[in-house]
């Protein structure tokens, strides 16, 4: 995994912690406000979640993925720094994971947009140019590590 610096890491947070803290209902909603923001950017994501099967289908699974989107976000977070060994072994699993939900590693770029899309929502403003560079950086390291993992499970 590449290492991120310890400034970006803590931009990130402290944006994270932001717009986290500024809604009552946000584990609940900063999933399902990402995966909309995909679904617009990448509609073939959508197959992912049932949505082929139905439009209650893909709602009711997107809906249990949404609700555990924020705490899986927490968890890398708290994790980012000098131990490196330890994330990767979760990324690894959660790699493994979305291979065998079929989630094409084509997504994850547009999952990158959504997710900064759901933080500046919440935010209730757009993240400058050194927040927005942070979080690319933050999310593209933890986005190729699942990604490699997806390609060789």
């Known amino acids: 995994m590449k290492e991120v610096g310890y400034e970006q890491i803590a931009t990130v947070l ?6 986290r803290f500024g809604s009552k209902d946000f584990d609940n909603e900063f999933g399902m406000v990402a995966l909309e923001r995909l679904f617009e950017l990448q ?3 959508k197959k992912v979640f049932g949505y082929d099967q139905g439009e209650e289908v893909g ?3 997107a809906n249990v993925h949404a609700s555990a989107f924020a705490g899986l976000f927490d968890s890398i977070f708290q ?3 000098p131990d490196l060994e330890f994330i990767q072994d ?3 699993q959660v790699g493994r994971r979305h291979k065998s939900m079929g989630v094409s590693p084509s997504f994850f770029p547009y999952m990158g947009q959504a997710v900064i899309h759901a ?4 935010l209730g403003k757009p ?3 050194e927040q927005r560079a942070a979080w690319e950086e933050v999310y593209d390291s933890i ?3 699942i990604v490699k993992n997806i390609l060789q499970s």
Request: glycine share 4%.
């Open 119 to 122: 933080v500046e929502k919440y």
């Open 79 to 81: 994790m980012l720094g």
């Open 90 to 92: 979760i990324l690894r």
């Open 59 to 61: 709602k009711s699974h």
């Open 127 to 129: 993240l400058t140019a």
């Open 43 to 45: 509609p073939r994501a």
């Open 143 to 145: 986005s190729n590590e």
């Open 14 to 19: 402290e944006t994270w912690d932001a717009a």
